[in-house]
């Protein structure tokens, strides 16, 4: 008689990119930790922040070796490249799963579970952490004129593409391996928070499919957001550029 097989856990790599959040990165470390995720991994992409981020961030991985990783890059150089940049470092270290998330605590981290199993059982390319999808929800204490920006972004952005999902513009994702190789990363042009756009629309028109589990949303406690002009101006003109211009479909 045969022993039966033991299920092999997938590599999970979180990747989140910091800058200047020094305080909250410990604490996102030790909640991944508590994690009920077998051989999960938290990779910190540091864009050489001066606030010494770069350096907790090597403390952690000293303290944790195997579990956590740094990744510096020399520039502030945007959410889109930093995300890139920890994805294909965790593609060439055999993750299956790549989860992206920010470090300033806004995405719950009690949510990955069923983000990975949703992308694990079901025929998912990609599941996103939605506000928007029934039973999520945005900051409570968010005032109303940003609330009504978020919604309107997400509507503006439907409007062009016609992704058919209901958060758009969500940072919080878990990915299948092979979705990674198969958008082509190293030709995703967008760098601020339309980088989130751009990803979901190589996705769908590759004819891949894209779920939404709901989370709440939470605003941050300490830190600045880095939210700039450029990056909304980006924000604006770069579903015009995915459906007239240029990347590959």
Known sequence: MTAA???????????????NERENLPV???????LPVADLRLLVVDDNSPDGTG?????????????VGVLHRTAKDGLGRAYLAG????????????I????????PVEAIPAMLDTLLTRDAAVVLGSRYAPGGSTAADWPWHRKALSVWANRYVDAILRLGVKDATAGFKA?????????????????GYSFQVEMNYRTITRGLTVL???????????????????????SALTPWRLRFGSGPR
């Open 28 to 34: 996102l470390a030790h909640l991944l930790a508590e």
């Open 175 to 191: 990915w299948r391996a092979g979705t990674l190789r198969a958008i082509d990363l190293p030709t995703v042009r967008s760098n």
């Open 212 to 234: 939404e589990v709901p989370i709440r949303f939470a605003e941050r406690v300490t830190g600045a957001s880095k939210m700039s002009l450029a990056v909304q101006v980006e």
């Open 55 to 67: 350096e907790v961030a090597d403390r952690l991985a000293a303290a944790s070796p195997g579990t």
């Open 5 to 19: 097989s033991t299920p092999v856990s997938p590599a999970v790599v979180v990747v989140v990119p910091t800058y």
């Open 100 to 107: 992206q998330m920010d470090a300033d605590l806004s995405h």
């Open 87 to 98: 994805m294909t470092r965790a593609l060439d270290e055999g993750a299956d799963v790549v």
